[in-house]
């Protein structure tokens, strides 16, 4: 933004005024912001394994027949393409990174409350990734069940089922203990003035989403070791020929796996609710509205899980009320859509890299909810349920969506904390070819899926090869606009110029300490007279 | 019931237009919004804000209130189709449609079976759901129906096919390894057509072979014809070898034969071939010529050569 003033590193900071730098220093380390950092790396390297598994998937997809793999391969790859992304990448990502790297200082205190438990909580989380890891190449290969589980077919299938969902137990064991540091932390440490309607807007996100962590996590828990007590004991809990009951595991499923939607996408929303008013120079409209609306979504959120199965057979009276419920959670989300748009009229806004990502972000985001809306009524669930629609449905909201604001505030945040920047020009080349292409990967899908194709489908009609082609050529334009948004913000973060402590002009208070900040984060305790998004009297031009 | 609505299209394709309707609309009304203050508001036409305002009460209401109506006027509609979804006309047919991993097969009332799915255009079908082993889902993408097949559950579906035709019938619940391959047709006849074919004895010249048997009914998903090792033994050189089974838990070793292959057909858990699983579905769905079939096939191929 304004580069007249020649920013310089600060001499200490976090990397180094501990005088402990080795790898035993960052991965024992209990400082916030290292752990931030190492969640950081390894969230990233789930998500681009992920990403590559993907694109694989979208070649064997492009035409109808085999094209590279076989169909048991197909149902490996997207399985493993699903538990990544979801229970490695975006659920453990926004708290274990942002929430790690910024919440705490965005409150003026010096660390979350429980330091010691954070770092366990890393520590699970490598633990549970690597026994993931491990099940892919042992006993009966990679599980091949989809993301969800589902019983009987979970129970008889001869892949490594069992050590897969351990490992998913143990990264669920990490993500309560963030949940309950998180919320301990919001209502312990906040600094001097810093009261609950000053909070910025992603830590209020932060609050909400560690509550869904803390209450649902628990539920799937059980449900996994559930199956796997199935699988090595015969329990016969979900076999209906001994008296068990497959449908009571989806309801389990997805009462946490509902909830656990909002875990990934109300950070996502926190993260554009900082960014917009920094970037339109203007408060956010509606603060309250916001705030309240991330604890609706949170509380309403978590009575809607039924909705994933209107086809299962679940009586008619329960559709009735799921649905119902469905279209109450969409309203939250809609104020909040119109408090954002509002925010920038009469602004003066910036187009950097971070606001194009939150810009779209909106865009991307409101296909991902009205498309939504279309699966939340019953007649049309029916249809579209089970179908690429569905896949296109939801890449819209936890990719276009939560993917898109994790970018939004890698660029955003993370110069922060390595005290120097990328440059811009790449970064918007990058973002245009990401937002193109993924339209062009996914929008596809939204049609494949109202024309009748269904999901999980290593193979396809010929009716259907023409908008498959489009969605493949699609997927490797987005991969070309993440492998350069990768490499510019990290050759940036490593070598770029340096990045002075509140290049953008933002209100909180991580824009009040130097960049890198030191491990204490702040000289003296902050003391707060402002709220987040008061530009004139927090003196920023 | 709606006496207007005559088939399940009708049911659910005003829905999704007025759904999908809205959604454009909100769509485009965000965006141009959007896109339009980013225009009109960038730095270099606006340098500086020219408002403080972070709030304002009736705005709030309003957008409330407007997105209430309109999602509840979506609720309401979902919910009246997905209504006559659910109600079955009182004069329809029945037909008890049968899931494994990977086959359909479709029982009339008279009690003759299929690999196609022959209605009647015109008249509903109620479709009874079962499920030998995973769930599947009963899918017609044509008529706007699907239901889960459980196994251990009663499920049902109706639809009409509205037009003599033939229409794709999907399992959309992820079961396996040949999920994808698990298509049946729906083959909508004139009604004369259709009772000359309910009424037909089994012809000979309806008979399979036994290669195209093996699948259609997903057994090449678990075993292959080439010696590659697959879910579940290969079929070549099976034939008079000697294999090592457990019964009841107990070894045994059996010389392959007739006897034996048509009991690894319709029992599969009677004797589990040593070093897998017992995953291999039951197969009480077959006939008995298509059983025939099978062993022949299976024999011609296996001739075990020393
Ligand atoms: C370049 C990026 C990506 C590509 C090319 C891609 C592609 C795909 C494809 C082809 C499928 C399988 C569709 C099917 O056969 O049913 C799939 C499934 C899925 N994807 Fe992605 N995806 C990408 C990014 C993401 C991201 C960022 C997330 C979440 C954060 C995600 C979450 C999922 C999930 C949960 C499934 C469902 C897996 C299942 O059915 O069990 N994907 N993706
Ligand atoms: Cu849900
Ligand atoms: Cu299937």
């Known amino acids: 933004m304004n580069s007249s003033n020649h920013p310089t590193l600060p001499l200490t900071s976090f990397w180094n005024d501990t005088g402990k730098c080795g790898v035993s220093a960052w991965v024992f380390s209990t400082d916030h912001k290292r752990i931030g950092l190492l969640y950081l790396y390894s969230v990233l390297i789930s998500f681009l394994v992920a ?24 149902n490996a790859l997207f399985t493993v393409h699903g538990v990544l992304m ?49 099940s892919l190449f042992t006993g009966g290969g990679p599980p091949d069940t989809g993301w969800t589980f589902y019983v009987p077919f979970s129970v008889r299938t001869g892949t490594n089922v069992s050590l897969a969902v351990i490992g998913v137990f143990i990264v669920g064991f990490s993500s309560i203990l963030t949940g309950i540091n998180f919320v301990t932390t919001i209502h312990r440490l906040r600094a001097d003035g810093m009261a609950w309607g000053r909070l910025p807007l992603f830590v209020w996100s932060i609050y909400a989403t560690a509550w869904i962590q803390i209450l649902a996590t628990p539920v799937l828990g059980i449900t996994l070791l559930l199956v796997v007590a199935e699988r090595l004991l015969g329990t016969g809990l979900f076999d209906p020929s001994r008296g068990g009951d497959p449908i009571m595991f ?3 499923f997805w009462i946490y796996s509902h909830p656990a939607v909002y875990i990934m996408i109300l950070p996502g929303m926190g993260i554009v609710s900082e960014i917009f008013p920094v970037f339109a120079r203007k408060p956010i409209f509606g603060y309250k509205m916001i705030a309240f609306s991330s604890l609706a979504i949170a509380g309403a959120g978590s009575l809607v899980w039924a909705h994933h199965m209107f086809t299962s057979g679940i009586s008619d009276m329960a559709v009735l009320v799921f649905s119902f419920l469905t279209f109450v959670v969409a309203i ?98 990058s973002w245009g070819l990401m937002f193109a292409g993924f339209n062009l990967t996914y929008f ?21 090869a023409p908008l498959n082609l489009i969605s493949t050529i699609g997927s490797w334009i987005l991969a070309a606009g993440l492998a350069i948004m990768m490499i510019n913000l990290f050759m940036g973060l490593l070598k770029g110029r340096p990045f002075g402590s509140n290049p953008w002009g933002g209100a909180t208070l991580e824009w009040t300490t130097p960049s890198p900040p030191p491990t204490e984060n702040f000289d003296e305790e902050p003391v707060v007279t402002h709220g987040p998004y008061d530009f004139n009297r927090a003196g920023v031009p | 019931m709606d006496p207007i609505i005559q088939t399940t299209n009708q049911a659910v394709d005003p829905v999704f237009k007025f759904i999908i309707g ?91 079976t299929s690999r196609k799915m022959y209605v009647p255009a015109g008249r509903p079908i109620l479709v009874n759901l079962v499920s030998q082993d995973v769930i599947h889902g009963f899918y017609i993408p044509a008529f706007r129906v699907k239901r889960d097949v459980v196994p251990g559950m009663k499920n049902h579906v109706w639809f009409i096919a509205p037009q003599k035709g033939s229409y794709d ?9 040949e999920h994808s391959k698990m298509l049946a047709t729906v083959e909508a006849v004139s009604e004369q057509e259709f009772n000359d074919w309910l009424n037909q004895v089994e012809s000979h010249h309806e008979k399979i072979s036994g290669r195209k048997l093996l699948e259609t009914l997903g057994c090449l998903g678990c075993h292959s014809l080439d010696g ?62 298509e059983i025939e079939e099978l062993v022949e096939f299976i024999q011609e191929i296996g001739g075990h050569s020393k």
């Not at chain 1, 590559?52 to 085999?66: D, Q, S």
């Open chain 2, 228 to 289: 590659t090792a697959g879910v579940g033994p290969t079929f070549k050189g099976l034939w008079g070898s000697k294999q090592i089974v457990l019964t009841n838990g107990k070894e045994r070793s059996v010389i392959v034969d007739e006897e034996y292959v048509r009991r690894s057909i319709l029992d599969p858990k009677a004797d589990i071939v040593k070093g897998y699983q017992p995953i291999m579905p039951v197969n009480s769905d077959l006939r008995e010529n």
């Open chain 1, 332 to 429: 939250p989300s809609a104020i909040k859509v119109f408090n954002w748009v509002s925010t920038l009229y009469k602004g003066s806004i910036s187009l950097e890299a971070p606001m194009l990502f939150a810009l779209s972000f909106i865009m991307l985001f409101s296909i991902g909810g009205l498309t939504g809306l279309v699966q939340g009524a019953a007649a049309t669930n029916i249809h579209i349920h089970d179908t690429q629609f569905v896949v296109g449905h939801f890449h819209y909201v936890i990719f276009g969506g939560a993917g898109f604001a994790f970018f939004s505030a890698m660029h955003y945040w993370l110069p922060k904390f390595f005290g120097r920047t990328y440059s811009e020009k790449p970064a918007m080349i």
């Open chain 2, 22 to 112: 809205i959604c454009i609309l909100l769509f485009i009304v965000i965006s141009t919004v959007m896109l339009v203050f980013t225009f009109r508001y960038h730095r270099s036409r606006s340098p500086k804000p020219t408002s403080v305002a972070d709030g304002n009460i009736w705005l709030e209401i309003l957008w409330t209130f407007i997105p209430t109506l309109l999602v509840m006027a979506m609720f309401y509609y979902g919910w009246a189709g997905y209504l006559a979804l659910r109600n079955v006309p009182g004069n329809a047919l029945e037909v008890t449609a049968t899931a494994r991993m990977w086959s359909w097969s479709f029982s009339y009332p008279n009690a003759k």
């Open chain 1, 444 to 464: 596809p899908m939204i049609i494949l899926g109202m024309k009748g194709m269904p999901r999980r489908y290593y193979d396809y009609l010929p009716e259907f």
């Open chain 1, 86 to 134: 979801i229970f490695l990448f975006i659920i453990p990502g926004f708290p274990g990174v942002f929430g790690n790297l910024v919440m705490p200082i965005q409150i003026g205190a010096s660390d979350v409350a429980f330091p010691r438990l954070n770092l366990l909580s890393w520590w699970l989380y490598i633990t549970g990734a690597l026994t993931i890891v491990l």
């Open chain 1, 250 to 252: 989806q309801h389990l």
């Open chain 2, 169 to 177: 019938l999907f399992c959309s619940v992820y079961c396996g390894t």
């Open chain 1, 51 to 74: 990403v590559l598994i993907g694109l694989l998937l979208k070649i064997e997809l492009m035409a109808p027949g085999r094209t590279i793999m076989g169909p048991v391969t197909y």
